[in-house]
């Protein structure tokens, strides 16, 4: 795989632009960045003419943190601009993880004539706590051995997120989760966490899409569950619904093989459907 050498430096909050094609934008969740989506890329690429465009949300990789105390309205805004500024009037899809996922529901209203499909793995529906329904918090397969062997600082940072301790499943932690973690401005997720909110938000709006929608949950999700996300499936019609058991809010490394299937059948709708 070949990162696309664009004729000039990237626009700050995007990360990294590979292949060409059809845009696709991906967008990561709340404490990590961009790195966490690379899962996915080698299947990305494999699928035919699709540019992938990482973003890095401020405060997170690359990307500084916005002026002043910057919550989720602030967030959207940005990433509308960011859009409009590199992809103008071209059609594109999304994916997004966690918060990403929310965003993505959020530019797709914003983009309705634009966006042609739409990933939601493990997304953002309700971003109140207290409003979320959430399994208790629980771990498939423990390894208290791998766990010795990490480290306190890096073996909490697994233990946190972990439903499948093994050794492969850390070392795909290790490459795609942990580095954004380590890289994220704490300061900018405090502000965040005291506007984490939309007016209005995406589940409860009435207005419905057609396009297609991949939406992926783990069953042993303890940050944002899979039962809320089942209320956007009356907003997206077109929507298919993977639930995957022994999988948590990392649910694509967790379960890689079965989200894949998942995945390789959205993209064939992508390049179907123009």
């Known amino acids: 795989m070949r990162e696309q050498q664009p004729s000039q430096p990237l626009p700050e909050g995007i990360a990294a632009v590979y292949g060409t094609g059809f845009p696709v934008v991906l967008v990561h969740g709340n404490g990590v960045d961009h790195r966490i989506l690379f899962a996915l890329d080698e299947q990305l690429e494999t699928a035919g003419t699709l540019q992938r465009i990482y973003i890095d949300l401020p405060g997170f990789g690359g990307t500084p943190a916005l002026a002043g105390r910057a919550g989720l309205p602030e967030f959207a805004a940005w990433l509308q601009k960011l859009l409009q500024s590199h992809l103008g009037a071209r059609p594109f899809a999304l994916i997004g993880n966690s918060l990403g996922g929310l965003l993505a529901q959020e530019m797709a209203d914003r983009f309705e004539s634009q966006v042609r499909g739409m990933v939601l ?93 991949l939406i992926a949950c783990g069953r042993q999700d303890h940050i944002v569950g899979f039962e809320d996300a089942k209320a956007l499936l009356v907003r997206y019609p077109n929507a298919s619904f993977l639930e995957l058991d022994r999988a948590g809010h990392n649910a694509h490394i967790d379960q890689p093989e079965i989200f894949a299937q998942a995945l390789a059948r959205w993209t064939a709708t992508l390049t179907t459907s123009g």
């Open 121 to 213: 793995l493990a997304p953002v529906t309700r971003p109140a706590a207290e409003e979320r329904t959430v399994p208790a918090r629980s771990v498939v397969h423990e390894d208290e051995l791998l766990l010795e062997e990490l480290g306190p600082v890096n073996a909490g940072h697994y233990a946190q997120m972990s439903v499948i301790q093994t050794r492969a499943n850390w070392e795909q932690f290790e490459r795609h989760v942990l580095p954004g973690v380590l890289a994220a401005d704490l300061r900018a997720m405090a502000h965040l966490s005291t506007r984490y909110f939309l007016e209005t938000l995406p589940v409860d709006r009435e207005r419905i899409s057609q396009i297609p929608v």
